[in-house]
Antibody, heavy 120, light 108 residues
Framework: EVQLLQSGGGLVQPGGSLKLSCAASGFTFSGSSMHWVRQASGKGLEWVARIRTKPNNFATTYGASVKGRFSISRDDSRNTVYLQMDSLKAEDTAVYYC???????????WGQGAQVTVSS | EIVLTQSPGTLSLSPGERATISCRAS???????LAWYHQKRGQAPRLLVYGPSNRATGIPDRFSGSGSGTDFTLTISRLEPEDFAVYYCQHYDGSSWTFGQGTKVEIK
């Protein structure tokens, strides 16, 4: 069974940093591209970032609203994907989900979500 | 940037009825990269249909997707109590992913 277990959410002040983790099991993690998606309270889904696999040079892509401030990375030895969030703003407040990329670029498995609150 | 517009915003139906949700793209897109998800309150989204007519693992056949170009549709043939949720379409344009704003399917 595929499991994505997230950790690392919390409260941070504007301008601060936070790092989210997503530990995977039940599938070949090293063979899967991984994503982060966020959802502000009462709002829709917003794609945040993707990291590809080693054969694809761990290439990364970011959504426009987080580019230059967030960094996605992975440790295949730990089956874990990370999201480093710097220069956080109030508008980054959201539940953050990690997800696996499956057939035809759809997101076929999701973590349970982690709340990130940016407030003074 | 491609914008996905879903309609209606809210759909009020009874169990057993048919639900039809539309997703319109701001320009013609590849149907191969169109997917649908639903999200129940307090839960993570779940993949329903992708590509745009392939059901994800474990998804019952009352869910079906169709469409091409700019117009895509998710149909639920007969609503079950567990189908009342928010539904999102999603597209990959070759470099980034975009979601529609969501359609809430509520019990009438």
């Amino acid at each position: 069974e595929v499991q994505l277990l997230q950790s690392g959410g919390g409260l941070v002040q504007p301008g601060g940093s936070l790092k989210l983790s997503c530990a995977a099991s039940g599938f070949t993690f090293s063979g899967s591209s991984m994503h982060w998606v966020r959802q502000a309270s009462g709002k829709g889904l917003e794609w945040v970032a993707r990291i590809r696999t080693k054969p694809n040079n761990f290439a990364t892509t970011y959504g426009a609203s987080v580019k230059g401030r967030f960094s996605i990375s992975r440790d295949d030895s730990r089956n874990t994907v990370y999201l480093q969030m710097d220069s956080l703003k109030a508008e980054d407040t959201a539940v953050y989900y990690c997800a696996t990329e499956g057939w035809l670029r759809a997101f076929d498995h999701w973590g349970q979500g982690a709340q990130v609150t940016v407030s003074s | 940037e491609i914008v996905l517009t879903q309609s209606p915003g809210t759909l009020s139906l009874s169990p057993g009825e048919r639900a039809t949700i539309s997703c319109r793209a701001s320009q013609s897109v590849s149907s191969s990269y169109l997917a649908w998800y639903h999200q129940k309150r307090g839960q993570a989204p779940r993949l329903l249909v992708y590509g745009p007519s392939n059901r994800a693992t474990g998804i019952p056949d009352r869910f079906s997707g169709s469409g091409s170009g700019t117009d895509f549709t998710l149909t639920i043939s007969r609503l079950e109590p567990e189908d009342f949720a928010v539904y999102y379409c999603q597209h990959y344009d070759g470099s980034s992913w975009t979601f529609g704003q969501g359609t809430k399917v509520e019990i009438k």
